[in-house]
């Protein structure tokens, strides 16, 4: 009782203390939404432009909106790819474009000074609204793309985690790999990327974020530059729901490696869940929190098991995966697997103890300003905070929803949430049954 | 008439760049600890990392990785804190942290809110004299470093590529020997070794602790007084010079592994900035690295991945902080229909261009404003400032090098550049390392749906 006084009493001091940061946001004319933190002390400034244009919006043609996102920056405007490259580096700026499940994005780094700023933004805006799609880039862009994929086979890492993404979402969009796979890239044409790029790359569908050393005025034109070009077009339709599983499966897959690879999981929460911060804060404890976590102290901490053994929530505009894994000496396999499951299953039904509840808040509480210390950390926070229209005070809010888990609520959700009896396993590995060391000497 | 004003915009950088720039302060303790802090406020956050002067470049025969092995044991408990509680402790205050083993050092860190700055110094003193290394945690421990290779080496077919490579490579010199150490060496490890390893390097005079953050200088002096000032030295005895056999020819070798892409590998002797005779030569191969892969205008991504199309990527490095001389590596693979040798004799021809062509005005201004640039960009995160000063202290350049770097690469001319390559980057001084991919057999694949 006295130790649950003193740990409230903590949480408060350490809570007072840290404002996050201010978010102005407003909306552009065509309807495009700016998200701005000014941040001062070095000369540079973070820009990203995103879309709802990730693969999930792939349709059929898995990998059609990583290969857009890869082409834009190979020809725009006046342009070829060596031009676009010497216009960003000569001023010594970062670009880079591509695509994940939900979105995708172009960002920028760029120094303030006015001559730079102006030259790297007028080449991402180039780059924005006229990308050419010629055919000698696609060609060479799509054979890097397949020779990557084809590279992944050699992985049991990539090859596990493409089987899994399978098992959890079967046909939804979240199913297959944002690279697509062998033989939908080799089916893409030049046309299908200008195709995806006009219904997606829109001004009603665009996010701009600016995080840096420019004032809001600069801020206001920066943003306007770069979307006042682009159609206003449509927000896309919603993604479907995901349908979770309700059996449990298990697929094993033969490779010729030393350590088998295991995920176990399933789909479980997203951006908006009501259950968010209780399926947060406990998969920190499971096997979220690195060195200190349940799993890890289970796997490797007392067994000696694997190198890495964690877990992961992963929000997304719908459930997104919710993934437990560890790699280990192929004929050790079966002991891991049911180590990580009990792990799992005893934390689903008995919850947090006391005492990995209170470190965990400490642990979360404690460490929330390294959450944005950095201008980039800060701008992928607002980056999130816009695309998936999360409240603007979200990160103010943070430490005091944490606060609000209680082993009970944490056990409530878990239990609702993570069906025991539908998880999903893939095993990536050479099968070989566990010898008695000593006699195999 | 453009490039003029982008000149005279960047000239206005360093200044600029300059003046933000917070400065480091040094301290040194009477047992020899050298305690560098650097003070950014932008953030209420803290970074702590304690650097040793010791990697596997330190390491014998028989015992190699045993620095990797030591740096794993550093979470076994001490006196006072038993196993776990390191890392538990560090969490229970917000605290993040890891360590990470190279050729030339071992390194801990802590990141924290900046008021936590004293919990991780109290760990870390503990651990620096009072560490316990039981039997029975190593031998847990030892299966987990051997889990970590089978991940990190013995099934990445690219990474068993370059572990070969570099004993190839390598005569003489130390750095022929993975980090993580060869696998009959890992099985071996008996308590005495990583006794012995302890007691030989870890002591405050064979440390340099760099505190980058929201902090006081004078408070961070004070508190590391206080924690670390009791500390006993050891007795550093001074490494064995060991410098690499000069190579006499070509070295080539293939390795067969089940893979899907074949991968090529290439690298020339060249000397880093603590071996160089000519600091000015260390910082031309700084250059001509930018030069061949310093981002998308980069010869290498012009040339080869889009310009002739024969590789699928390629690149080049060059480590400027080794503590011994290292090698220039240029990497690539090819695109289908084209095979590792064709990518040989392209990158080739690009080491004969540099040699016989200067480079242009235009390339050289792109890597100093790419330089100067970066310079800005890296302020952003205290952890990499941190690195760079305990890496820099740890191979025996002093830390103010940071603070020289923009300089010394803006005064590197196109004439330097050309010289290096044709004293480096010569053919008796090449190793080619090939990746020739073996059949994976076929997937076996089995389903069980509902098996619970």
Not at chain 1, 131 to 146: G, H, S
Request: charged share 25%; glycine share 6%; net charge neutral.
């Amino acid at each position: 009782m006295a130790i649950r006084l003193l740990g409230l009493l903590l949480f408060v001091f350490s809570s007072v203390t840290h404002a996050a940061a201010k978010i102005d946001h407003w909306q552009t004319p065509q309807g495009s939404r700016v998200y701005y933190v000014r941040t001062e002390g070095l000369p540079m400034v973070d820009i990203q432009v995103s879309f709802d244009a990730g693969s999930a919006r792939d349709n059929q043609q898995f990998g059609v909106a990583a290969l857009t996102a890869a082409l834009l920056d190979t020809g725009a405007g006046q342009w070829n790819a060596d031009a676009i490259a010497q216009r960003f580096e000569s001023v010594g700026a970062l670009f880079d474009a591509s695509a994940s499940t939900d979105m995708a994005t172009l960002s920028l780094r760029t120094l303030t000074d006015k001559a730079l700023f102006d030259k790297s933004l007028d080449t991402m805006q180039t780059i924005l609204t006229k990308p050419r799609f010629n055919e000698v880039d696609f060609k060479r862009e799509k054979n890097r793309t397949l020779a990557g994929l084809k590279q992944q086979e050699e992985s049991p890492a990539a090859l596990g985690s493409i089987a899994f993404s399978k098992a959890l979402y079967n046909t939804h969009p979240y199913g297959h790999q944002t690279a697509g796979n062998l033989k939908t890239i080799a089916g893409l044409k030049a046309a299908d990327l200008q195709t995806f790029y006009k219904t997606y790359y829109v001004a009603a569908n665009a996010i701009v974020v600016i995080v840096g050393d420019v004032s809001k005025e600069q801020a206001e034109q920066t943003a306007l530059l770069l979307v006042k070009d682009l159609p206003t077009g449509k927000k896309p339709e919603a993604l479907a729901d995901v349908m979770i599983p309700t059996t449990a499966s298990q697929q094993h897959i033969e490779f010729p490696s030393a350590q088998t690879h295991v995920l176990v999981g399933l789909p479980v929460t997203y951006r908006k869940d009501p259950d968010y911060y209780n399926l947060y804060i406990g998969n920190h404890i499971l096997g979220g929190s690195g060195l200190v976590s349940k799993l890890f102290d289970e796997v490797r901490e007392k067994r000696g098991l694997a190198y890495s053994a964690s877990s992961s929530m992963t929000p997304l505009l719908k459930s997104g995966p919710f993934t437990l894994g560890l790699q280990t000496r192929n004929d050790q396999t079966k002991q891991a697997v049911e180590v990580l499951n009990k792990t799992l299953s005893d934390f689903v039904t008995q919850g947090p103890t006391e005492a990995e509840l209170t470190a965990a808040k400490k642990n979360i509480i404690g460490g929330f300003p390294m959450r944005f210390d950095t201008n980039k950390k800060l701008a992928t926070y607002v980056g999130m905070i816009g695309f998936y229209e999360m409240p603007l005070d979200y990160l103010d809010t943070f430490q005091q929803k944490i606060e609000a888990t209680t082993i009970a609520t944490i056990t409530e959700a878990f239990k609702r949430r993570v069906n025991l009896n539908a998880l999903q396993t893939v095993t990536v590995g050479k099968t070989e049954v566990a010898v008695d060391v000593k006699s195999a000497k | 008439m453009n490039k003029r004003l982008l000149c005279t915009a960047l000239l206005c950088l360093p200044v600029m760049a300059h003046s933000e720039a917070s400065k480091v302060s040094e301290h040194i303790l009477k047992n020899g600890l050298k305690v560098l802090v650097k003070e950014d406020h932008r953030s209420p956050v803290v970074v702590s990392q304690v650097w040793y002067k010791v990697g596997s470049s330190y390491e014998p025969n028989g015992i190699t990785g045993v620095s990797h092995m030591l740096e794993h044991m550093m979470f076994k408990g001490t006196d006072k804190h038993p196993a776990g509680d390191f890392s538990k402790i560090i969490a229970e205050n917000g605290g993040d942290e890891n360590a990470f083993t190279g050729q030339d050092y071992t390194a801990y860190f802590q990141t924290m809110a900046a008021d936590k700055l004293a919990v991780s110094f109290e760990l870390e003193a503990d651990r620096m004299r009072y560490l316990h290394l039981l039997p029975e945690e190593l031998k847990k421990e030892l299966e987990v470093v051997t889990e970590e290779r089978r991940m990190r080496t013995d099934d990445k077919p690219q990474a068993k590529l370059a572990e070969s490579f570099n004993a190839v490579a390598f005569t003489s010199s130390p750095y022929k020997h993975p980090v993580i150490g060869w696998p009959s060496d890992i099985a071996n490890y008996k308590v005495e070794d990583l006794q012995a390893w302890y007691q030989q390097w870890y002591a405050p005079n064979n440390a340099t602790l760099v505190v980058v953050g929201d902090v006081q200088t004078q408070a961070v002096f004070d508190l590391a007084e206080k924690y670390f000032a009791e500390l006993k030295t050891s007795d550093i005895k001074p490494l064995k010079p060991q410098p690499d056999m000069e190579q006499l020819g070509t070295r080539r070798i293939v390795v067969k592994a089940p893979a899907k892409l074949p991968v090529l590998l290439m690298g020339y002797k060249v000397p880093s900035l603590k071996t160089a005779a000519q600091e000015t030569e260390a910082y031309a191969l700084e250059v001509l690295a930018g030069v061949l892969d310093g981002g998308n205008s980069a010869r290498l991504s012009t040339d080869l991945v889009r310009g002739k199309q024969l590789a699928v990527s390629a690149g080049a490095s060059y480590d400027l902080v080794g503590r011994l001389d290292g090698l220039f590596e240029l990497d690539a693979t090819p695109v289908e229909g084209k095979n590792v040798a064709d990518l040989e004799t392209a990158l080739k021809a690009e080491v004969v261009k540099l040699q016989q062509t200067l480079i242009s005005d235009e390339e050289l201004q792109r890597i100093k404003a790419q330089v100067l640039a970066s310079s800005v960009y890296e302020k952003d995160s205290n952890f990499y400032q941190g690195m760079q000063l305990g890496a820099l202290e740890t191979v025996g350049l002093a830390w103010q090098k940071a603070d020289e770097y923009v300089a010394n690469i803006n005064k590197v001319t196109a004439e330097q550049v050309r010289d290096v390559a044709k004293k480096y980057l010569i053919e008796d001084h090449l190793t080619v390392g090939y990746l020739d991919p073996q059949a994976i057999k076929p997937a076996a694949t089995s389903t069980a749906k509902g098996a619970k």
